[in-house]
């Protein structure tokens, strides 16, 4: 199993900027790939970026350009560095991991993109 806990969420002005954290513990060396899925209400839960174990990076179409998806090996963390946002960002972002073919999630960050 794995757990993951976010942080780094909060509120900010459109153009600026924000750099969520997720901090993996648990049986990480199996872990396959890593990633940030956002979810509206009512809306289903999106990816937005992902992460193999081989270091090759995945990103939404609405992204590209403005968001990155850094790690840190050594302290077992995956980061969403968040630049350029726009209102519709909006959303409840998510960490996930994934291994043996199961999912895991993290509690999840409100961010908030003000116009």
């Known amino acids: 199993q794995v757990q993951l806990v976010e942080s780094g969420g909060g509120l900010v002005q459109a153009g600026g900027s924000l750099r969520l954290s997720c901090a993996a513990s648990g049986d990480i060396f199996r872990i396959n790939a890593m990633g940030w899925y956002h979810q509206t209400p009512g809306k289903q839960r999106d990816l937005v970026a992902t992460i193999t174990s081989g270091g090759i990076k995945n990103y939404a179409d609405p992204v590209k350009g403005r968001f990155t998806i850094p790690r840190d090996n050594a302290k077992k963390m995956v980061f969403l560095q968040m630049d350029s946002l726009k209102p519709e960002d909006t959303a409840v972002y998510y960490c996930?991991?994934?291994?043996?073919?199961?999912?895991?999630w993290g509690q999840g960050t409100q961010v908030t993109v003000s116009s």
């Open positions: 996930n991991a994934k291994l043996g073919g199961k999912a895991y």
